[in-house]
């Protein structure tokens, strides 16, 4: 028995000796992971953290929206131009083509068109796209294969056949940090359970049985509303936009139109998996998320570095000492073209802020993930203030409000400003909105303050 202890009692000795090889029985933590570089991502600026002064400038109108208050943000990228019809339309061809080689999978004589093994011959369940093979859209042999993704019987104009931009839908699932951070859905390990409940995306309360429970799954059809150009402007000839803005090549470099606030925020989930998978091919298991920006993010980025201005280039005056517009908005009374574009204009072709961003003033208003209220700059925390509502099918269209910033083509100075705010409804698409993305950095926030 006291041989046993013995042995035992060395086996503890070892094990700890093993345990703090090196360290002297000082705290020094794990092994060392290397250091760690921010890594640039294409078409995007840095937007240093710092504190500013968030709401309407002294030469607001009287009543202005929102007061005026000190709140201070983390550093974080942003696209340095609006998301184009060209970059859009990579996440509608990439639904396209993955719903393609879905359904090809699943007929008899494509069945290569999945892979169900790695290079190892591990299996993979359920297998995955093999992307590396191409689709012959051209093909009677593909087309008749396809033949559910094209219009049907009488939606075929003149007989022709064309995919069916209501079938290109994308199914991605997020997790629901707001309700997961609630005290009373916090894990119970005295009863080693779940006690709370979830509100899913139907508004159905569902109880919680384990982490999946807050994991939402949503269905978005990702092809933007061409109609808009329009239903938002009666009594007048759009026809041209209308049939052209989005696919014709003279169109790519203009900012997208006609998305909703859920179509732009499943593009940043797509763009998010998109180039994590790409990533994750080469290796790196590195993770970067792409979003919407809140609505503090926006005006600290559309300000570039200037305290209490009126608009991105600071000063008070929409013109430059030669004359020249320096937006894309509605001068004076209705004269569109003296500021060079009718309606919208290719992107960055006004000269960008200090932080290098383009058309943070005019052009299209953007999409915040900011919910709208009147009373939000009150009750915001003054630390990456936000305010976020998953607005529910049943809500009040009250609720279903997200904040827009930074005015558009159509609209007056005033609403050009960095400090102005507006709203539209989440389910509304318009021919005056669009949205850019952000992504957080990780690491020393106080670098970039140098």
């Not at 202005?64 to 970059?87: Q, Y």
């Not at 080693?192 to 309360?205: C, H, N």
């Not at 003054?382 to 910033?405: C, G, H, S, Y």
Request: charged content about 20%; overall charge neutral.
């Amino acid at each position: 028995m006291k041989q046993l202890f013995f042995l035992g009692s060395i086996s503890a000795i070892l094990l700890l000796v093993s345990c703090q090889k090196g360290s002297n029985g000082e705290l020094t933590g794990v092994e060392k992971r290397g250091k760690y570089f921010e890594p640039s991502p294409l078409g995007m600026a840095m937007i240093p953290g710092r504190s500013f002064n968030m709401g309407p400038g002294d030469q607001d109108v009287a009543y202005a929206t929102a007061p005026t208050r000190t709140v201070d943000l983390a550093t974080f990228w942003m696209d340095d131009t609006e998301i184009t019809n060209n970059e859009y339309r990579q996440f509608v061809y990439w639904v396209r083509d993955s719903l393609a080689r879905q359904m090809l999978a699943r007929v008899q004589g494509f069945e290569n068109y999945q892979i169900a093994a790695d290079r190892k011959g591990n299996k993979i369940d359920p297998p995955i796209i093999d992307w590396n093979r191409k689709i012959r859209w051209l093909d009677p042999k593909y087309t008749k294969a396809l033949d559910s993704m094209y219009y049907q019987g009488d939606d075929r104009i003149l007989g022709k056949k064309e995919i069916d931009p209501r079938k290109l839908n994308y199914i991605y699932n997020w997790v629901d940090l707001q309700q997961a951070a609630r005290l009373q859905n916090a894990y119970n390990f005295t009863s080693q359970s779940y006690q709370g409940t979830v509100i899913d995306l139907t508004g159905k309360v569902v109880p919680i049985t384990n982490r999946s429970s807050f994991v939402m799954s949503e269905v978005v059809n990702v092809y933007p509303d061409t109609l808009v150009w329009i239903r938002d402007f009666s009594y007048a000839y759009n026809e041209p936009l209308t049939n052209r803005y989005f696919s014709h090549p003279g169109y790519d470099d203009y900012p997208v139109v006609g998305v909703t606030w859920k179509q732009a925020k499943a593009f940043c989930m797509w763009r998010t998996n998109f180039k994590n998978f790409n990533l994750s091919q080469r290796g790196d298991f590195g993770v970067q998320d792409y979003r919407l920006p809140s609505e503090a993010e926006w005006e600290l980025a559309a300000r570039g570095g200037l305290n209490n201005s009126m608009y991105p280039w600071g000063g008070y005056y929409t013109r430059s000492q030669t004359g020249c517009f320096l937006a894309n908005f509605k001068p004076m009374r209705g004269n569109y073209s003296d500021d060079g574009g009718k309606a919208t204009v290719r992107v960055a072709t006004y000269d960008p802020n200090g932080y290098g961003l383009y058309d943070m003033a005019g052009n299209v208003a953007e999409w915040t993930i900011s919910a709208y209220d009147e009373s939000t700059y009150n009750f915001m925390h003054d630390l990456n203030p936000n305010f976020e509502q998953n607005a529910l099918p049943t809500d009040p269209p009250a609720m279903k409000r997200k904040v827009i910033r930074g005015g558009s083509w159509k609209d007056i100075a005033y609403f050009i400003q960095v400090g102005t705010r507006t709203f539209e409804y989440q389910d509304t698409s318009k021919s005056y909105i669009g949205f850019r993305c952000v992504r957080s950095t990780f690491g020393d926030d106080l670098q970039s303050r140098k």
